[in-house]
Antibody, heavy 119, light 106 residues
Framework: EVQLVESGGGLVQPGRSLRLSCSAS????????IGWVRQAPGKGLEWVGF???????EYAASVKGRFTISRDDSKSIAYLQMNRLKNEDTALYFC?????????????WGQGTLVTVSS | DIQMTQSPSSLSASVGDRVTITCRAS??????LNWYQQKPGKAPELLIY???SLQRGVPSRFSGSGSGADFTLTISSLQPEDFATYFCQQSYSTPRTFGQGTKVEI
């Protein structure tokens, strides 16, 4: 069974940093792109970025230069390093698996980890 | 960046109704269009990928159509468990982008 489990969320002050982790199981981790999608309270879905199976990363303009996505295939873990956090980064952060055979659709999601940026 | 525009933003319908949600991309995305259903407090779930392919385990009352820039999600006979918010997403290029969502109220 494919599982994605996020961790690392919490309350953080503006300007500080936080690192989220996504632990994967049930599939060959290195074969898939892993992305992060966030959802601010009561709002829609916002794609944050991804790291593909070759390690190439892409980001949304709203986080580029502040957030870094990486992966450790030996541990089946993906990371989202968030620096210089802003109040508007407050959201539920989902880890997501893109499946190339499904036109890069996201076929598995984690349960989400909440990040609250506030002083 | 490719903008995705969904309509309507919300709708009310009765059990058994046929429901249609549209999604328009700001440029051609071929058929790299996916639909997701999200229920309150839950992660989204993939319904349709590649504009018209039904994800495994999704009821056949859900269908998708379209190509290029205009797409449609149809629920042929609305069921009580279909109360949810639906999002389209383009996976043609990065950054991936989502529509703003359509809330379906029963």
């Amino acid at each position: 069974e494919v599982q994605l489990v996020e961790s690392g969320g919490g309350l953080v002050q503006p300007g500080r940093s936080l690192r989220l982790s996504c632990s994967a199981s049930g599939f060959t981790f290195r074969d898939n792109a892993i992305g992060w999608v966030r959802q601010a309270p009561g709002k829609g879905l916002e794609w944050v970025g991804f790291v593909d199976y070759g390690g190439t990363t892409e980001y949304a303009a709203s986080v580029k230069g502040r957030f870094t996505i990486s992966r450790d295939d030996s541990k089946s873990i993906a990371y989202l390093q968030m620096n210089r956090l802003k109040n508007e980064d407050t959201a539920l952060y989902f880890c997501a698996r893109e499946e190339a055979g499904l036109f890069e659709g996201i076929d598995y999601w984690g349960q989400g980890t909440l990040v609250t940026v506030s002083s | 960046d490719i903008q995705m525009t969904q309509s309507p933003s919300s709708l009310s319908a009765s059990v058994g109704d046929r429901v249609t949600i549209t999604c328009r991309a700001s440029q051609s995305i071929n058929i790299y269009l996916n639909w997701y259903q999200q229920k309150p407090g839950k992660a989204p779930e993939l319904l349709i990928y590649g504009a018209s392919s039904l994800q495994r385990g999704v009821p056949s009352r859900f269908s998708g159509s379209g190509s290029g820039a205009d797409f449609t999600l149809t629920i042929s006979s609305l069921q009580p468990e279909d109360f949810a918010t639906y999002f389209c997403q383009q996976s043609y290029s990065t950054p991936r982008t989502f529509g703003q969502g359509t809330k379906v109220e029963i």
